[in-house]
């Protein structure tokens, strides 16, 4: 058990909708990564949150979004949604600015687009 | 960013060691190697990672060669529960970002 929550487990959407994942960092971990893993590829780096500011972002379009709130919990929004956008959202966290230290990993949230 | 190359699968026998090959030619000399697994579609399971000199821990031992080009996780009494997804992993250097390939799926064997 790495201490990191994911909520809901499963959501089924349909295109266009938006949509809201949460997560639930450690205590004390003050930097939140979130990552897509569509189905049989490694996970892909959405962007990084460290003490509520965007401090790193991978090649995401700007309708997928974030926030990071005091109490170690962070939303990933994802607006618009396309049929690709299936896909299993890991957060991880860690205690350093720049992810330095070991990342933990959530257990998930399978995303369906219909 | 750096990338890694690792085998799409191999096969292990249970209580044998498994050891698990990855190529990163480009790493940049601050970069870290990470290994994580991921069993059954859960959340990656961190397992091990360094910089330039070998590690060992509880789960794994990392064997990193001299000129950092290629690694290799060795996990020395390999049981069923080891089968898994392995992701070889160069974190960015000053980010936390994790660039994850493929990885090598490993099914250990009785």
């Known amino acids: 058990e790495t201490g990191v929550t994911q909520s809901p487990t499963h959501l089924i959407k349909t295109r266009g909708q938006q949509v809201t994942l949460r997560c639930s960092s450690q205590s004390g971990h003050n930097t939140v990564s979130w990552y897509q893993q569509a189905l049989g590829q490694g996970p892909q780096f959405i962007f990084q949150y460290y003490r509520e500011e965007e401090n790193g972002r991978g090649n995401f379009p700007p309708r997928f979004s974030g926030l990071q709130f005091p109490n170690y919990s962070s939303e990933l929004n994802v607006n618009a949604l396309e049929l690709d956008d299936s896909a299993l959202y890991l957060c991880?966290?860690?205690?350093?600015?720049?992810?330095?230290?070991?990342?933990?990993f959530g257990p998930g949230t399978r995303l369906t687009v219909l | 960013d750096a990338k890694t190359t690792q085998p799409p699968s191999m096969d292990c026998a249970e209580g044998r060691a498994a050891n698990l090959p990855c190529n990163h030619s480009t790493i940049s000399g601050n970069e870290y190697v990470y290994w994580y697994r991921q069993i059954h579609s859960q959340g990656p399971q961190y397992i091990i990672h360094?910089?330039?000199n070998n590690e060992t821990n509880e789960m794994a031992s990392l064997i990193i060669t001299e000129d950092r080009k290629s690694s290799t996780l060795i996990l020395p009494h390999a049981t069923l529960r080891d089968t898994a997804v392995y992701y070889c992993i160069v974190r960015v250097a000053d980010t936390g970002k994790l660039i994850f390939g493929q990885g090598t799926t490993l099914q250990v064997k009785p």
């Open positions: 360094g910089l330039k």
């Open positions: 991880a966290s860690s205690l350093d600015e720049l992810a330095a230290d070991t990342q933990y």
